[in-house]
């Protein structure tokens, strides 16, 4: 069994957000699957079971994502007994659980998989860590980091959280878009997925 996160934020306003591109990846995947989304609301999530893998997007907004997949991961078993997940701290997820997600350290168009990390900064894959109790899990972090200096934050992220809170709720040019969604499509293709 496999669980496949992508991290944003629900509602039309953030859609194309550079900080929904956990989501854009889940949802580009499902197209080119022809996979369908179901909402259950007792998680509020939207999740596709697909064969042995659940692909999941918390409709809880960023920063509480771990409360809706400590919930849906705890409620449905699909962790080994052995773990016991929620008393056991920095359990071995790294096989079953995979994270997506925008990463600011990380150029456009590039990405990076990590796994028994911190979340340097990010506060969705911190949430994940503290409702779960470990960092031991697979990250696909894909980078929105963009050098044109209009563009980004004076200074980044860990000087300066206010700027890259609103740079990362803004919207992809139509240029961002396309390099996106062609690196996700790479990382379908190499069926990192």
């Given at each position: 069994?496999?669980?496949?996160?992508?991290?944003?934020?629900?509602?039309?306003?953030?859609?194309?957000?550079?900080?929904?591109?956990?989501?854009?990846?889940?949802?580009?995947?499902?197209?080119?699957?022809?996979?369908?989304?179901?909402?259950?609301?007792?998680?509020?999530?939207?999740?596709?079971?697909?064969?042995?893998?659940?692909?999941?997007?918390?409709?809880?907004?960023?920063?509480?994502?771990?409360?809706?997949?400590?919930?849906?991961?705890?409620?449905?078993?699909?962790?080994?007994?052995?773990?016991?997940?929620?008393?056991?701290?920095?359990?071995?997820?790294?096989?079953?659980?995979?994270?997506?997600?925008?990463?600011?350290?990380?150029?456009?168009?590039?990405?990076?998989?990590?796994?028994?990390?911190?979340?340097?900064?990010?506060?969705?894959?911190?949430?994940?860590?503290?409702?779960?109790?470990?960092?031991?899990?697979?990250?696909?972090?894909?980078?929105?980091?963009?050098?044109?200096p209009e563009q980004m934050p004076t200074d980044l992220p860990r000087q300066n959280t206010m700027e890259?809170?609103?740079?990362?709720?803004?919207?992809?040019?139509?240029?961002?878009?396309?390099?996106?969604?062609?690196?996700?499509?790479?990382?379908?293709?190499?069926?990192?997925?």
């Open positions: 069994m496999r669980i496949i996160i992508g991290l944003g934020n629900p509602g039309e306003k953030y859609n194309n957000t550079r900080h929904n591109v956990g989501f854009m990846a889940l949802d580009l995947f499902a197209e080119k699957k022809n996979l369908a989304w179901s909402f259950d609301k007792k998680f509020n999530i939207n999740f596709i079971k697909n064969n042995n893998t659940f692909f999941i997007k918390p409709l809880t907004f960023m920063n509480n994502s771990g409360q809706a997949i400590a919930l849906f991961m705890n409620y449905y078993k699909l962790l080994p007994k052995k773990l016991n997940l929620i008393k056991e701290k920095n359990a071995n997820l790294s096989q079953i659980l995979t994270v997506i997600h925008d990463d600011l350290d990380i150029e456009l168009g590039k990405f990076k998989i990590s796994a028994n990390s911190r979340s340097a900064g990010h506060k969705g894959v911190q949430s994940i860590i503290d409702h779960l109790k470990t960092k031991n899990f697979k990250r696909i972090r894909i980078g929105i980091k963009n050098n044109k890259a809170g609103k740079y990362v709720l803004q919207k992809f040019s139509k240029e961002e878009m396309e390099i996106i969604n062609n690196l996700i499509s790479e990382i379908i293709n190499t069926k990192i997925l």
